[in-house]
Every structure is written in structure tokens, then in C-alpha cells.
């Protein structure tokens, strides 16, 4: 089967660091973009950013420049998103999903849920 | 920066029709603003039924279709069913990036 399956759910402090996993399956992963979208908690889809997984090029979107870091692990066929100093509104939930074209969205994975709090 | 608007709310009968709309501040919804539609329901991630504008998914239902409409995008369902009641959101490719519209809640009633 084609999906992609997200990390689980995790609880952290504010300033604390965190890395979430997304693992393709199913497809040639290395020719593919891997898009990351949050929503917090009653809210809408924001797009945050997207990485190319053969080539680590990566796009972020101004609203969460210098906020994230993406990754991609070819050997594992695994896409990362990370904070090194998380803060309470990072709190929500993060969606990564798969682009075809580096413009339409077809795989979502199913979501990890992140709370931040102290 | 684009803004991207949907009905925040719209109620539909079963076995009615019902028509979103996606608007961009930036100017008319194009072929090239690759409009995608997607599906969520609580608790569930997203699903995409429509991108590029109008094309399906194979796992999209029938009942759903994409167009351009005045300068929008549009989702149309027909004959609806109890279970497409969900948040439906537009995704537009603009300027390089990539932009969700605030989401319509559709009330199957």
C-alpha cells in the first residue's frame, strides 16, 4: 500500500526541542516533495513548508521562516520536521502529506498530535 | 501575501446540491493556481477528491466535481449523502507557495 505513517503523539515543555517522523511506503520516495501542514486545535490547514526528498531542496513558507527544520532520511525513506525551542502555540496538530508536480497534494499521513506546556 | 476565501458555512438537504467556492485576493483562480479540494472530517486527517482544478482522485466519489467558476474555484456535490457532511478546504498554488483557504463547514440536513 501507498501511505505515509506519521511518529506519535508527543508532550513537551516550552524550550524544549522535538523531532517528528513521516515514512513513505509503497512508492519511490526519493522523487516525491513531502509537504508539512499544522492545525491547531479548532482551526483551519495552514501550510507550512515542503521538502524535496531527493535532493533535500526545501520551501518554507514566510509565516514559519526561522520557526522549523525539515529533513529527509533517504536510507529509511523518512521525512522530519523539528523544533529546537518549541513555545505553547506550536501546540496542534502536524499533517504531512505527500505532492505530486511540487503543486497538488494526493497522500496525507494521519497526523501527529504535539502539545507543548508547562 | 495571497488570501484565500471559502463560505465558512453552508447547509445542504440530502439528496440536494451543493456548490463551495474558493476565492484568491490575489486575482481570478486560474488552471495554474492547481486548486485542490480536500475533505476532513473530525478527528480524521485530510483527503484530497479534486486537483488540478477539476480532475479526480480514483478514490473520489462520483458525486463530487471540481470546475472554475467567475474566477473562483468551485466544489460541487450532488445527491448528497449524510456522510459528506465534513470541512471541506481549497489548497491554491500562488506565487510559488502554496495557500489553504479557511475551510467551508458543510451541514448535511
Known amino acids: 500500500d501507498v501511505q505515509l505513517v506519521q511518529s506519535g503523539a508527543e508532550v513537551r515543555k516550552p524550550g524544549e526541542s522535538l523531532k517528528i517522523s513521516c515514512k513513505g511506503s509503497g512508492y519511490k520516495f526519493t522523487t516525491y516533495w513531502i509537504a508539512w501542514v499544522r492545525q491547531m486545535p479548532g482551526k483551519g490547514l495552514e501550510w507550512m513548508a515542503m521538502i524535496y526528498a531527493g535532493d533535500s531542496e526545501t520551501r518554507v513558507s514566510p509565516s514559519f521562516q526561522g520557526q522549523v527544520t525539515l529533513s529527509i532520511d533517504t536510507s529509511t525513506d523518512t521525512a522530519y520536521l523539528q523544533w529546537s525551542s518549541l513555545k505553547a502555540s506550536d501546540s496542534g496538530m502536524y499533517f504531512c502529506?505527500?505532492?505530486?508536480?511540487?503543486?497538488?497534494?494526493?497522500?496525507w499521513g494521519q497526523g501527529t498530535l504535539v502539545t507543548v506546556s508547562s | 501575501q495571497t488570501v484565500v476565501t471559502q463560505e465558512p458555512s453552508l447547509t445542504v438537504s440530502p439528496g440536494g446540491t451543493v456548490t463551495l467556492t474558493c476565492a484568491s485576493t490575489?486575482?481570478?483562480?486560474?488552471?495554474?493556481?492547481?486548486a485542490n479540494w480536500l475533505q476532513q472530517k473530525p478527528g480524521q486527517a485530510p483527503r484530497t477528491l479534486i486537483y488540478s482544478s477539476t480532475n479526480k482522485h480514483s478514490w473520489t466519489p462520483a458525486r463530487f466535481s471540481g470546475s472554475l467558476l467567475g474566477g473562483k474555484a468551485a466544489l460541487t456535490l450532488s445527491d448528497v449523502q449524510p456522510e459528506d457532511e465534513a470541512d471541506y478546504y481549497c489548497l491554491l498554488y500562488s506565487g510559488g507557495t502554496h495557500v489553504f483557504g479557511g475551510g467551508t463547514k458543510l451541514t448535511v440536513l
Open positions: 502529506a505527500r505532492l505530486f508536480g511540487a503543486k497538488e497534494v494526493d497522500l
Open positions: 490575489t486575482g481570478a483562480v486560474t488552471f495554474g493556481s492547481y
